[in-house]
């Protein structure tokens, strides 16, 4: 089975979690997108959907779907989200769309949070992945010599501005060991608006798309 396939059918398992008359949170990327067809082939009648990210509003916007402010719901009670990479703590690293600041923000105003992803994302330890920082872009190069400090090796994302108006440093070389301290630590930065470390705010259920089925994982 291709990465696609399995993308799909970890985002179409998503489907369960959600009832009618609920507000939905809906992530940003590739398994998001398949997510959103889901949805609107499903009509399940729904208050309405906060995205964390401009693409993604035009996307559920183009499904006909109701596209609601954060400011205006209050908490809400799931939010379907893709990740880079899934611990077996339910820690992620997360923003390889760039789109990690709005994505802990309704993460974190979520009761559920179900991460949707293939099963490459399933790793033991978390760093593989190039753990991207969001910067505000006047401390871009301050900001980069901290994170050489803490062991990292930024490299700045070319080509892109985020939906706030910044820039992504993607590091490599960074200590795991410890996500939530290395979360709490990057995010210290004068400079920094925030990072794909999602250990504070981890994932409550892990679905993967495999080749032998749909993996579902519960925190
Ligand atoms: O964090 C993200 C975007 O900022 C995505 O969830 C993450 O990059 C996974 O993307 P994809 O579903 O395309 O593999």
Known sequence: MNTDALKKMAAEAALRYIQPGMVV???????????????????????GYVASSIATENRLKAQGLNVLELNATGDIPVYIDGADEADPHF?????GGGALTREKIVASAARLFV?????????????????PVEVIPFARSFVARQLVKIGGSPTLRSGITTDN????????????????RMEETINAIPGVL?????AHRRADVMLFGSAGGVIERKA
Do not use: Q, Y
């Open 91 to 95: 820690r992620l690293i997360k923003g």
């Open 25 to 47: 949170g809906v992530g940003t990327g590739s398994t998001t997108n398949f997510f959103i067809e889901a949805l609107g082939a499903a009509k399940i009648h729904v208050d």
């Open 194 to 198: 925030d990072n794909g470390i999602f």
């Open 165 to 180: 108006g910044n820039v992504i440093l993607d590091v490599t070389g960074l200590d795991f060991s410890d996500p939530l």
């Open 115 to 131: 991460c949707i992803a293939d099963d490459s994302k399933d790793r033991p330890m978390l760093g593989k992945f190039p753990l």
